[in-house]
């Protein structure tokens, strides 16, 4: 049928079939990704690993809580780094040449290994905190390994060369050349502003010496983590917009998703109509129960059934309006089932009374009298 209207439009209407077919390329695979993401297709990027994530900003916060850590508990770290190593190389003072071998030494360096680490734990553990908080408040907490596993096309050394001079790489590599530029320049201002200080570390004691590196060391830290931090900020917000710019969908993608999950329209039609029919048939299996058949008398008939035993009410079977009132109608004669006229009583069964169920209060009196006037004539 499309092919055969298209076919007409080219003798007769060609513009209508050119913005037809502009249409159907617009909304098409190849149209142009206008509409926003639908949940369901951000929800399946993300169990595939595709989220808006800064991995600078990441960086940022572990160097920030690093140096933070280190100006507010330097001392304290490095006094017991200090009582290991005075306690190892005491230990071997006291020792006899004779004592002093390869195992004991090993063991020695071990212990003093493993205290300094224990007194960097803190700090290590920190990092590692601060890097897991930052991505949760990036992509909150799914975990997913799916990214872990290997992909062909990432092989290929076409797709590698796209992927090389891509607006990404593009991007990465204008970030990495504004890095070495600015902490070099943070760098440079830094240290130069001390280089009195390094000048004379000849002249001043071990402890000291350690302390002023430190601070300088620190320092430096600070102000590159501050940086890292700005920097991250931005990459965060530019990952963001490129994951949205990089979600959105064509109309046809949308209408494909719909049919995915929803269903198809026609399919749904048709199971509904499918729907309609069985409730239909069930309808008019119930007509011969019936004690009468309630009619308007040409556009609504209703069919219903009183007993005592089983309902306080009369009960509603049937219904229907213009051709099924008709064959309501049909086969309650061929059943023998009274049809009495009450227009008023037709029209508000319909209206106020769905299938199988009692009708209301307010139409007892009228409903009371039909039935009356049926059993009437059914003793009569």
């Excluded at 040449?97 to 090993?106: A, L, Q, R, T, Y």
């Excluded at 872990?148 to 076409?158: E, F, G, H, M, R």
């Amino acid at each position: 049928m499309v092919f055969e209207a298209r076919e007409k439009d080219i003798y007769l209407y060609p513009e209508r079939l050119l913005g037809l077919d502009l249409q159907f390329f617009a909304d098409g695979e190849g149209g142009e990704k206008t509409e926003e993401p639908t949940t369901k297709k951000l929800q399946d990027a993300r169990k595939e690993g595709q989220v808006a994530r800064s991995q600078e900003l990441i960086t940022a916060g572990s160097l920030l809580i690093l140096f933070v850590a280190l100006r507010i508990f330097l001392t304290i770290t490095m006094n017991s780094i200090l009582q290991s190593f005075r306690y190892s190389f005491g230990l071997i003072s006291t020792l006899a040449p004779e004592n002093v071998n390869d195992i004991m030494m090993s063991g020695v360096m071990n212990d003093t290994i493993l205290n300094t680490l224990v007194a960097m734990l803190p700090y290590l553990l920190s990092a590692l905190v601060i890097a897991i908080v930052f991505n949760v408040f990036q992509v909150r907490w799914e975990p997913t390994a799916k990214p872990l596993a290997p992909k062909l096309n990432k092989l290929s050394p076409i797709s590698g060369f796209k992927r090389l001079f891509s607006k990404d790489k593009i991007f990465d590599l204008i970030k990495a050349i504004a890095k070495i530029v600015v902490i070099g320049i943070i760098a440079y201002t830094t240290l130069r502003d001390q280089f009195g200080i390094i000048f004379n570390l000849p002249e001043t004691s071990l402890f000291q010496g350690i302390a002023q590196i430190g601070d300088i060391v620190i320092g430096l830290g600070l102000k590159i983590s501050a940086f890292y931090m700005v920097l991250g900020l931005v990459d965060y917000i530019y990952q963001r917009r490129k994951f949205r710019k990089d979600m959105m969908m064509t109309k046809q993608e949308i209408k494909d998703e719909y049919k995915q999950t929803e269903g198809d329209p026609q399919i749904k039609g048709q199971i509904k109509q499918k729907m309609r029919e069985a409730s239909r048939r069930r309808m008019m299996q119930r007509i011969p129960e019936a004690d009468v058949v309630i009619t308007n008398p040409t556009h609504y008939a209703c069919a219903i059934k009183y007993d005592r035993e089983v309902n306080q009410a009369p009960v509603l079977v049937a219904k229907g309006a213009d051709y099924i009132a008709e064959k309501i109608k049909e086969v309650a004669r061929e059943n023998f089932v009274p049809i009495v006229e009450n227009k008023p009583l037709a029209r508000m069964l319909y209206a106020n009374v769905e299938l199988e169920e009692e009708i209301p209060p307010e139409l007892y009196q009228m409903a009371a009298d039909v039935l009356a006037y049926v059993y009437g004539l059914k003793t009569g």
